[in-house]
């Protein structure tokens, strides 16, 4: 693991109790039009801690660090695979049964003509 610095530390805990501020206090306030103290109360001492000493931070900050990798690794496999099976697929199969029914149209037209590929002469190019 690398070494986080105390500013890294700091921010990382700025933007904890500001996030959890706004999800857990100020949206249930102008919902409910009740304050949450339980929350209200842990955002400002994750505030404090990392305004003080931000090296008691180090644990949970690794831990969520660990977890954002697992669910970014997850999320983009879980992105590709509905793009893949939401869009590729089915313009796959649509284009393989528009060239079917556009080759078995000009197969009954006779509207190409037809090269024997084991009669061609590369003498007369031009």
Do not use: C
Not at 72 to 77: A, H, M, T, V, Y
Request: glycine content about 4%.
């Amino acid at each position: 693991m690398s070494i986080i610095t105390k500013s890294t530390l700091r921010k990382s805990g700025y933007v904890f109790s500001f996030m959890f501020f706004i999800i857990f206090v100020l949206l249930p306030f102008i919902i409910h039009s009740k304050i949450n103290l339980t929350a209200l109360i842990f955002g400002l001492l994750i505030f404090i801690i990392s305004l003080i000493n931000p090296f008691l931070l180090r644990k949970p900050y690794f831990i969520w660090i660990k977890i954002g990798n697992l669910l970014g690794e997850l999320n983009s496999k879980f992105i590709l695979g509905l793009f893949f099976y939401i869009f590729i697929t089915p313009f796959s199969i649509l284009r393989n049964i528009f060239k079917f029914l556009i080759s078995k149209k000009y197969n009954e037209n006779s509207f190409y003509k037809k090269v024997n590929k084991n009669t061609s002469n590369f003498e007369d190019q031009y």
